[in-house]
């Protein structure tokens, strides 16, 4: 049982960080659902990233031996932003939360 | 006779009288009195207006013909012209001439039908009365029932009037008014009894008696004055509202219906469905294609535009909650840890590489380098009362908040903090009182024990992240009466867990962790052996200290048990209050204690009533931390208010070192990779640390951390970094430079459990730990040799 109201607070908590551009929680069929960023931008990110998570992914259930590996954390570092997506495979959902920074920001 | 005119006449004067006593001082009673005199007057009037007609017409029938005055009236006889002329005989004839008593208009004979016989009779009795002239008079016979009755009522009103008279004396008016009154009042009858003749003609002689008794009463009762007060209306307010709207609903339900609904339902949640699948499925062709077109290098903003101009499914308020359930906690926390390494990056890399490049250069002093600030909203306004590392997790510490202000009680506060994220605690936990202490469970990471302000002692586990603690000591079970100073978890062979704790009502407890409650033990009862022998030292007396009131509070009451034995000089012992202790690690069972009035004890578990050494006079005022070093199991250093911090041998009665650092002393800790590094945390806000087998006689670094007092200090086991905590809640990641890691021995302490930590054999660990023994058995020997050559006066000064 997730705390919804701790994970509510965590990611309010996140989106006001310095730095960070924006946020947006990201359903399984690449669809942003709750967003910070503008909505446009969101759901282009939602899309880009989704199929990049989905790689990700498989690509490291490959890798892994037995097939318990699974993706935890996927860090895309560009000359202006950071994208960190974190997934969050469930059994009946996947979420994602993708978090866009600019490390730099003074 | 007399009675009419005396009636007309009383008319008049009532009603001259009336104004009189209506504008007089205060006679409210006398007033419908007075008015009803009026009307009486007026009835009385009427009556007398009538009665003067008759008089009148006499006298004109007198006067009228005296035109000629004083002449001798003529007789003259006129005959009129057709007289008969009568003989003497005639004249003198008697002519019989009589009067009957008949009404010439009267019928001779009357007959009326009489039904009886059936025939008309004649009327034997016909009225032969005629009446002329009838005149109504206000005159009676004196000696008939009427003039009686009269006669009566003018005496009751006579003793009427009397009675008013002596109403009014009694009430004190004026005496002129009160003779006006008794001159009136023979005129005031007359009024009473026009007013009762009417009376009395219409309602008898019984409703007038009546009348005369009721108006007795109402003289005597005076119930008339309130009239003149002043007395509320009445007022009566009402609002009117709507009526609530009421509707009539009603209906019947049968099961068919029911099922229909459900079918429909059915229906629609997959319509539903089917939609948003629909949609998932466009957008992520759309997104396929704004790929491809981005690939393909033409335009990207179109195909961008044309996804954006998908709607989102849900505005943000709507599913706000609910949609982020399936989102597991862990996600949030990884990403925001990695939000604060991004915004902490160049921390992180000086926490991980940089090395201060002077120590190259000044081989004799070092740095700290300040890395993060752990703040918290919650624990702005209160102190750092103590700080415990994870056994476990080498990033993860708890940190106490409470105050050591008597007068500024606080309630407490554990945040559980990782060096990850800077930002926020990953758990905490909130006390009643102040936090005082902390310690976690060597074996068991999540058990934390917290020993509070009000002396109770609770058991959290930080698992759970909040909320209840699993136990708590209660007032029934042995709780301190005093601030539990330090808990200290016991190292047990079974599955039991235990732990002590000290608190200044001068009890050292054990407890017991059972299924369901905390079972205490008294391991000790310290006694303070103040007075036992006159030590300069220990006589003097002990300053009130400020910085840690509570203590302060205690040491009255301690200090007053102490002259009291001084006094009976004997050696039964006042209760020392204990402030701080610590467990050896090789020898279980042994443990020091620093005392409040600064004495250090070095105690057993196994005798209870026994100190095994005292070291005296220890300090000159509390001992704030003492403690053992881990790697040489001889040694403790203890620290206190008097500004010192002292190196003992335990087998020693005085100490080995001794350091003055000019500041109360708050915390002192061995750094666990060596056996010569301690650091000491100072209320003026520096930290010193030393290394000994460098320098003997000063700190290797000295360095301001912070404008705010330093409370507690503690090394982290794995990392050279060291935690600092301050009065205003700030705790400081302070990174200690290489000159003063430079005999840290990373074998010689226990590994924290990580799985990266290279697994080192019993065999390596044991000679690590020897080499650091031997290196403080040197500086020891060395300062031993040292003190051997001071004087008796020098070694009290240490």
């Given amino acids: 049982m997730v705390d919804v109201a701790a994970v509510e607070e965590t990611v309010k908590r996140l989106a006001s960080h310095k730095g960070v551009v924006g946020i947006a929680i990201v359903n399984g069929d690449g669809v942003p659902i709750r967003t910070t960023l503008d909505p446009e931008l969101a759901t282009q990110y939602a899309a880009l990233v989704s199929q990049l998570v989905l790689k990700a992914r498989f690509m490291v259930r490959e890798l892994a031996a037995d097939g318990a590996d699974d993706l935890q954390f996927l860090r895309v570092r560009s000359k202006r932003h950071e994208i960190m997506i974190a997934p969050g495979f469930d059994r009946d959902h996947t979420y994602t939360l993708l978090v866009v920074q600019e490390p730099q920001a003074e | 006779m007399p009675l009419l005119r005396k009636a007309s006449d009383g008319a008049s004067a009532s009603r001259a009288r009336s104004p009189a006593k209506g504008a007089g001082p205060a006679s409210p009673a006398a007033r419908p009195a007075s008015s009803k005199g009026g009307v009486g007057g007026k009835v009385g009037g009427e009556a007398g207006r009538k009665a003067p007609t008759p008089v009148p017409a006499l006298a004109q029938h007198d006067t009228a013909p005296a035109a000629d005055d004083y002449a001798v009236p003529i007789r003259e006889v006129v005959r009129p012209p057709g007289q008969l002329q009568l003989s003497a005989a005639e004249l003198e004839e008697e002519v019989g001439r009589s009067l009957t008593a008949g009404n010439p208009s009267a019928p001779a004979s009357l007959v009326r039908y009489s039904y009886k016989d059936r025939a008309f009779r004649p009327e034997p009795i016909i009225d032969q009365q005629l009446q002329h002239f009838a005149l109504g008079g206000s005159l009676m016979h004196r000696d008939s029932d009427e003039a ?20 009014a004396a009694s009430r004190r008016v004026t005496a002129a008014h009160g003779g006006g009154e008794a001159g009136s009042s023979g005129q005031v009858r007359p009024s009473e009894a026009g007013g009762t003749l009417r009376a009395e003609a219409s309602v008898g002689p019984a409703a007038g008696e009546g009348e005369g008794a009721a108006r007795l009463h109402n003289q005597f009762n005076c119930a008339d004055r309130g009239a003149q007060t002043g007395h509320r209306r009445p007022r009566d307010r009402g609002t009117m509202t709507e009526p609530p709207p009421t509707t009539t609903a009603s209906g019947s339900c049968s099961r068919w219906e029911i099922y229909e609904a459900y079918v429909a339902d059915q229906d629609r949640q997959r319509q539903t469905e089917e939609l948003a699948r629909q949609k998932a499925q466009a957008a992520r062709r759309e997104a396929r294609s704004a790929q491809q077109t981005a690939a393909v290098g033409q335009q990207p903003g179109r195909a ?12 943000e308020e709507q599913d706000g909650g609910v949609s982020l359930a399936p989102l597991s906690g862990q996600a949030a926390k990884l990403m925001e840890r990695m939000v604060q390494q991004n915004m902490y990056c160049d921390r992180v ?33 209160r102190a750092v009362t103590a700080i415990a590392w994870s056994p476990r997790y080498f990033d993860m510490f708890a940190v106490g908040y409470g105050s050591f202000d008597f007068l500024k009680p606080t309630t407490g506060l554990v945040a559980v903090y990782s060096l990850k994220n800077p930002g926020h605690p990953e758990f905490s936990f909130s006390t009643a009182a102040g936090v005082m202490c902390l310690d976690f469970h060597p074996e068991h990471p999540a058990l934390l024990a917290v020993g509070c302000y009000d002396g109770h002692i609770a058991i959290f586990d930080v698992r759970m992240g909040g909320g209840e603690p699993l136990y708590r000591s209660t007032p029934r079970s042995g709780k301190h009466a005093d601030p539990v100073w330090q808990v200290a978890w016991q190292r047990t062979a079974g599955h039991e867990l235990q732990l002590a704790s000290i608190s200044t009502d001068g009890r050292v407890t054990l407890w017991t962790v059972s299924r369901n409650e905390l079972m205490h033990q008294a391991l000790m009862e310290l006694c303070s052996l103040r007075g036992r022998d006159d030590s300069p030292s220990g006589s003097t007396a002990e300053p009130a200290d400020s910085s840690r009131p509570a203590t302060g509070a205690s040491s009255g009451s301690g200090s007053g048990r102490a002259a009291g034995q001084d006094v009976g000089g004997e050696a039964a012992a006042g209760i020392a209050g204990g402030c701080c202790f610590d467990f050896n690690r090789d020898q279980e069972t042994l443990f020091v204690v620093g005392a409040e009035d600064g004495s250090l004890y070095k105690c057993s578990t196994a005798y209870a009533s026994e100190y095994l050494q005292a070291y005296r006079p220890g300090h000159q005022l509390p001992v704030y931390a003492v403690r053992w070093n881990g790697l040489h199991s001889r040694t403790f250093l203890s620290a206190g208010a008097d500004w010192k911090v002292k190196l003992w041998d335990s087998l020693q009665p005085k100490p080995v070192l001794s350091f003055d650092l000019g500041a109360p002393v708050g915390d002192v800790a061995w750094a666990p990779q060596s056996s010569t590094v301690f ?16 320098s003997r006689a000063g700190a290797a670094c000295v360095q301001k951390a912070s404008k705010a007092r330093l409370t507690k200090l503690a090394f982290n086991s794995r990392h050279p970094v060291l935690l600092v905590g301050t009065e205003r809640g700030g705790v400081l990641c302070l990174k200690l430079s290489p000159n003063l890691r430079r005999c840290f021995n990373p074998g010689a302490c226990p590994d924290v459990g990580d799985s990266r930590a290279v697994a080192r054999t019993d065999s390596q660990r044991a000679s690590a730990r020897a080499t650091e023994a031997a290196r403080l058995e040197a500086v020891l020997a060395a300062a031993a040799k040292c003190n051997a050559a001071l004087g008796e006066e020098d070694m009290a000064l240490l």
Avoid: I
């Avoid at chain 2, 006579?158 to 008013?164: I, T």
């Avoid at chain 2, 090395?355 to 600030?373: N, R, S, Y």
């Fill in chain 2, 304 to 315: 961008a535009g044309a996804a954006g101009a998908l709607a989102l499914p849900g505005d």
């Fill in chain 2, 349 to 381: 890399m000086d926490f991980k590489y940089w090395d201060d490049p002077a120590d190259a250069v000044k081989p004799d002093e070092g740095t700290l380098m300040p890395l993060w600030e752990f703040t918290n909203e919650r624990a702005k306004s």
């Fill in chain 2, 679 to 694: 650091a000491a945390a100072t209320d003026r806000g520096h930290v010193h640390v030393f290394d000994l087998a460098h």
């Fill in chain 2, 148 to 167: 009686a009755r009269e006669r009566h009522r003018r005496e009751s009103s006579a003793l009427l009037a009397h009675s008013r008279r002596v109403t």
